[in-house]
């Protein structure tokens, strides 16, 4: 099992990378991701995403919200 600590790390720093990715601000970057539930699913499969580069998980997560409905 993983620590929450460590899901939190991760999650935080995947925010980061995609505000970087999209020259946005980490908080304009979470409110982005948390509006159309990328938040949520980086928790909820951490467990994949981790294994993968941030830069393949911008990416997924940009599409994601774009398909619930987001533009960036």
Do not use: P, W
Request: with cysteine.
């Amino acid at each position: 099992m993983f620590s929450s600590k460590d899901i939190s790390e991760y999650i935080v720093a995947l925010i980061a990378a995609f505000a970087s990715h999209y020259s946005m601000t980490d908080a304009e970057a979470y409110r982005y991701l948390n509006q159309y539930g990328a938040i949520k699913v980086m928790h909820d499969y951490y467990d994949v995403m981790h294994t993968q580069s941030f830069d393949d998980m911008v990416q997924s997560m940009a599409s994601y919200c774009q398909r619930k409905g987001g533009h960036l």
